[in-house]
């Protein structure tokens, strides 16, 4: 069973960094390079939105409107994908799930105030 696991979300200040972390269970370490894996994010009120998702041949990708501050990456040797985000801002306060194999997590919240 195919299962990501979402870390590292907090409240963190306007202007401060995050790096999450998506750690995806039940695919072999040897197979994980064959997966893109995505981060979305869906704030209160509005529907998820695609933050980034990143190939198994590392090749990221980011909607327009994400490009610039936050950077995708992966590890595939510990089926981890991680989520770093600078210089946030108030509006990028959301739950922040990973998708996997057609599976998503659970979520992670991250609160960007002061």
């Known amino acids: 069973q195919v299962q990501p696991v979402e870390s590292g979300g907090d409240l963190v200040q306007p202007g401060g960094s995050l790096r999450l972390s998506c750690v995806v269970s039940g695919i072999p370490h040897d197979s994980f390079r064959a997966y893109t894996v995505a981060w979305h994010r869906q704030a209160p009120g509005k529907q998820r939105e695609l933050v980034a998702s990143?190939?198994?041949?590392?090749?990221?990708n980011y909607p327009d409107s994400m490009k610039g501050r936050f950077t995708i990456s992966r590890e595939n040797a510990n089926n981890t994908v991680y989520l770093q985000m600078n210089s946030l801002k108030p509006e990028d306060t959301a739950v922040y799930y990973c998708?996997?194999?057609?599976?998503w997590g659970q979520g992670t919240q991250v609160t960007v105030s002061s």
């Open positions: 990143i190939t198994g041949r590392d090749r990221p």
């Open positions: 998708i996997a194999a057609g599976k």
